[in-house]
Antibody
Framework: QITLKESGPTLVKPTQTLTLTCTFSGFSLSTNGVGVGWIRQPPGKALEWLALIYWDDDKRYSPSLKSRLTITKDTSRNQVVLTMTNLDPVDTATYYC???????????????????WGQGTTVTVSS | DIQMTQSPSSLSASVGDRVIITCRASQIIGSYLNWYQQRPGKAPELLIYDVSSLQRGVPPRFSGSKSGTDFTLTITSLQPEDFATYYCHQSYSIPDTFGQGTKLEIK
């Protein structure tokens, strides 16, 4: 059974750095094809894709946020960490992490879709 | 970035109705199109992947189709639990992009 859970601060001041942790179980980030992504959702708005890391440490970022984001993994601890610098009130949102598969390892499995999501963690950016 | 134009943004319907939600991609995305359902205060849940494949446990009243760069989510015989917000998602090229969402409300 795959589960993911986000953790981090609920309130951050403008210009500060946000560090979010996704702790997961039921899969390993050392398995070929496996990835974890981050998606956020401002209050009352649509989903926005942020970043993605794969089993082979391939990292992808939203171009509009790339200069502010860093995604890393700790395979032994089953965690993925997203860091976002220079926070602004427009970064107020619920942040989700989600499981995904990709690459050439897609036989008989769901690929290129976020098939399991964490419950989300709400981050407010305010002074 | 690939733009996903989703319509309508909101929709009122009754239990038992058939509804259609559409997403148009700004360029070719092959079959890299997924649909999610999000209930208030909850995380999105994968409904359909690769245009038309149902996630495990999703009832067959949900279906997806494609015509060129136009993608459709159809829900037949709406049930009370189907009233939620729906999002399309393209994973053809980075950055992934989502549609703006369709809020399905009870008439």
């Amino acid at each position: 059974q795959i589960t993911l859970k986000e953790s981090g601060p609920t309130l951050v001041k403008p210009t500060q750095t946000l560090t979010l942790t996704c702790t997961f179980s039921g899969f390993s980030l050392s398995t070929n094809g496996v990835g974890v992504g981050w998606i956020r959702q401002p209050p009352g708005k649509a989903l926005e894709w942020l970043a993605l890391i794969y089993w082979d440490d391939d990292k992808r970022y939203s171009p509009s946020l790339k200069s502010r984001l860093t995604i890393t993994k700790d395979t032994s601890r089953n965690q993925v960490v997203l860091t976002m610098t220079n926070l602004d009130p427009v970064d107020t949102a619920t942040y989700y992490c989600a499981h995904r598969r990709g690459g050439p390892y897609c036989n008989n499995v769901i690929c290129h879709a976020f098939d399991f999501w964490g419950q989300g963690t709400t981050v407010t950016v305010s002074s | 970035d690939i733009q996903m134009t989703q319509s309508p943004s909101s929709l009122s319907a009754s239990v038992g109705d058939r509804v259609i939600i559409t997403c148009r991609a700004s360029q070719i995305i092959g079959s890299y199109l997924n649909w999610y359902q999000q209930r208030p205060g909850k995380a999105p849940e994968l409904l359909i992947y690769d245009v038309s494949s149902l996630q495990r446990g999703v009832p067959p009243r949900f279906s997806g189709s494609k015509s060129g760069t136009d993608f459709t989510l159809t829900i037949t015989s709406l049930q009370p639990e189907d009233f939620a917000t729906y999002y399309c998602h393209q994973s053809y090229s980075i950055p992934d992009t989502f549609g703006q969402g369709t809020k399905l409300e009870i008439k």
